[in-house]
């Protein structure tokens, strides 16, 4: 190339860097604020502000208009235009590129500059999650990074320039950097959606942690508000006393040996004046209930009933229960158990059948015991009771004040810590009686999961609402009353006067020969009654045809039928006298005496266990026999001389006195028998298969396939026809 083509190389070289300065120069004074400050600095003092890139938006990052190469173009060819055009660009860079290596220093103050405005531009994204500040000319200030003005390759004089998006005619197009605008101009809003989700790409890491916090915040809500909403704690004030709520208002009980007694606590409308001869009524109404708090501390009256020597004692106002508990608590609620006891149906409650606080703390379950009905008050069926009743019926009021108890219980029991799901209904004796009557009743269904019954009668209601009305008519000429209101009328020791004899006694001793006639069993007195109303049918009958809904146990001690008079004096009889009163009963006159001798030996325990078994023991294994999955216990292990009808629930309450290692022994089998069957339902001992389903307990449990005698008893028909009544 000659010489003065270089020249005019060169001239056309200087000349497009003017041009380009010159439209650069133009660019910036277009982006600068109308209104500058009049103290604002000069522009070769002001620091030079570094425009990062994209801060132009601009088409292929080039001006569209301009004459200027693209920087990407130098690197590749471009994609379309004829080749002319392609060559000719890439000479005039070679010469741009040897110039600028001949530049001024300025232009290469420039580059620098120009350089650090894309370090800045790329540290800006780094920087801008940081809170802006003003510093004290009131500048914006982006973390310390100095405020950002248009972007552009080159380092541009920004001045106060303009923030708003501004189109040169060029096509570039200024993007603002920061949220602060000059006055007079308005920002345009953002979507409020739209900032959420920026501020959540900027801060992911601080939204996921706050999102983790939330969430467990709300678990912990959801198993707060799903748990149990009532307070754990012992409620005690005062150190001795202790407050649990029922459904007629708050109680209060007392501490004693380590947990927590409440006694007397109403469950039923006293049954006095109009009331008597009603079945129990629950406490539904207001004003049948209490203000403030209820002092359950003392014991109420048992109802009335007949003492030992044949006198009377106890109250009418007596429907009252008694609770134990180790804890007051809603957490982990306790089993429970009901505890029925009478020695007879009008007389002897509860007798042995009294827990303790105690008992409730090393047990670890809940005991209820409460009070019902007997005698003429709780079991008469009388045709002027039944007459002012509607429906037409009477008898069994006891039953009712039983099943009025066992609500309370589902209703109230889990205030005191118990569990309603699992209620064992524990009947003994003549309690044991009653319970046996509720198994597969009606109105007792649900109301209790699991039943122990021990030395109950195996003789149980047959006779009609009629016929036992006509047997009431002896009382009722006695009392001297022919209608309801004259017999509500009268005073209870009266009433009590007025009743046969015939009707406290029990089956005692061995049968005997005027009670195999019909005339004497269709005249014996029996308190309970098909009513109509609780009792519909034989207990037998619905014993056999229906699936029982509840597990049972039954059981008894070996001389649980043995007569007062054995128990309580220390009488004595040889083997003559033995055989004489074998031979003067029943079983003489049917000529069984010799066979029954040779079974149980000439002595006062042969002949206590003989009464036994055919009064209570056998008798009560023909019912244990309806259903193939009761088994049946025998507590045989003496207390003292006899296995008496006590020692089988004295051993399971703890009131059995055990001084030899075998009473102890005995006593540990018991309750482990019992304790297990309350809490899991079921017996360990039994035999699955239904095989052994006799437990001989002594000193250990052992499972047989029957009890001695009972074979022999049944088979001759004594047993159970001559079972006790009551």
């Known amino acids: 190339m000659s010489q003065g083509d270089q020249e005019k190389s060169m001239d056309k070289k200087e000349i ?82 040897s110039s600028e290596k001949t530049s001024t220093p300025s232009k290469d103050a420039k580059e620098k500059e120009g350089r650090k405005g894309i370090l800045d531009a790329i540290k800006l994204p780094l920087v801008s999650v940081f809170p802006r500040k003003k510093n004290k000319e009131g500048e914006v200030e982006l973390g310390a990074t100095g405020a950002a003005g248009l972007a552009s390759v080159e380092t541009l004089d920004d001045g106060a320039g303009e923030k708003n998006p501004i189109s040169s005619e060029d096509g570039m197009e200024t993007v603002r950097l920061d949220g602060d605008a000059p006055d007079g101009i308005e920002l345009p809003k953002q979507h409020f959606l739209v900032a959420c989700i920026s501020a959540a790409r900027r ?66 409308v006293p049954p006095l004046e109009n009331r008597r001869w009603q079945p129990a009524e629950p406490l539904r109404r207001i004003e049948h209930c209490w203000t403030g708090t209820y002092l359950a501390h003392n014991s109420s009256e048992s109802c009335w009933q007949r003492d030992a020597s044949g006198g009377v004692v106890g109250s009418e106002n007596c429907l009252y229960l008694d609770v134990f508990t180790p804890e007051v608590r809603y957490d982990s609620p306790l089993p429970v158990v009901v505890m029925i006891g009478a020695e007879t149906l009008s007389s002897g409650s509860p007798g042995v059948m009294q827990p303790s606080a105690k008992l409730a703390r090393v047990r670890d379950m809940v005991f209820v015991r409460p009070n019902f009905r007997l005698g003429i008050f709780g079991f008469l069926a009388a045709e002027p009771l039944s007459r002012s009743t509607h429906p037409p019926t009477s008898g069994n009021y006891g039953l009712s004040d039983i099943i009025v108890a066992l609500r309370w219980v589902q209703h109230n029991i889990e205030n005191f810590g118990g569990n309603k799901k699992s209620v064992t209904l524990w009947g003994h004796r003549a309690g044991g009686t009653l319970v046996t009557t509720l198994v597969g009743t009606r109105r007792a269904e649900g109301l209790f999961s699991r039943v122990w019954i021990s030395s109950g009668s195996a003789i149980f209601p047959e006779r009609e609402l009629a016929a036992s009305e006509k047997l009431s008519q002896q009382f009722l000429n006695s009392v001297r009353c022919s209608d309801a209101a004259c017999l509500r009328a009268k005073s209870a020791e009266e009433l009590h006067d007025s009743v046969p004899e015939t009707w406290h006694l029990g089956n005692v001793g061995l049968p005997e020969t005027r009670e195999a006639t019909s005339t004497a069993r269709d005249k014996r007195h029996e308190w309970l009654v098909l009513d109509g109303a609780i009792l519909q049918e034989p207990v037998g009958r619905v014993w056999v045809k229906d699936e029982l809904p509840v597990k049972i146990v039954m059981g008894t001690a070996a001389h649980a039928g043995a007569p007062l008079k054995y128990l309580h004096s220390n009488i004595t009889l040889n083997s003559t006298q033995v055989e004489t009163v074998v031979r003067e009963s029943l079983l003489g006159s049917k000529g069984l005496h010799d066979e029954a001798l040779s079974r149980y030996n000439a002595t006062v325990n042969g002949l206590l266990s003989m009464i036994s078994d055919i009064r209570v023991v056998c008798p009560l294994l023909t019912v244990a026999r309806m259903k193939t999955n009761i088994p049946f216990y025998v507590a045989t292990q003496p207390r003292g001389e006899i296995a008496d009808p006590d020692s089988d629930a004295a051993g399971i309450l703890g009131s059995y006195a055990a001084r030899t290692p075998a009473e102890k022994r005995h006593v540990s089998a018991m309750q482990q028998l019992f304790n297990h069957f309350v809490w899991h339902g079921d017996v360990a001992q039994a035999d699955a298969s239904g095989v052994k389903r006799v437990l001989i307990i002594g000193q250990d449990t052992l499972p047989d396939r029957d009890y001695p005698n009972c074979d022999f008893w049944i088979g001759k028909d004594i047993v159970p026809s001559y079972g006790r009544v009551d």
């Open 203 to 268: 801060n992911l890491f601080v939204l996921v942690a706050t999102l983790c916090i939330l969430i467990s915040v709300v678990i912990i809500i959801c198993v707060a508000w799903l748990g149990p909403r009532k307070t754990g704690m012992q409620p005690i004030k005062d150190g001795n006393y202790v407050e649990a709520v029922s459904s007629c208002g708050p109680v209060q009980g007392v501490s004693e040996d380590g947990a927590f007694a409440f006694r007397g606590i109403p469950y039923a």
């Open 16 to 97: 497009a860097e003017e041009e380009r300065e010159k439209m650069l120069n133009a660019e910036n004074t277009k982006h600068t604020v109308s209104s500058t400050a009049p103290d604002s600095e000069s522009e070769e003092q002001k620091p030079k502000k570094k425009i990062p890139i994209g801060g132009i938006k601009m088409p292929g990052f080039c001006r569209t208009k301009s004459k200027e190469p693209c920087k990407e173009d130098e690197s590749k060819p471009a994609e379309s235009g004829d080749g002319e055009v392609t060559e000719k660009t890439a000479k005039e860079n070679e010469q741009n590129v």
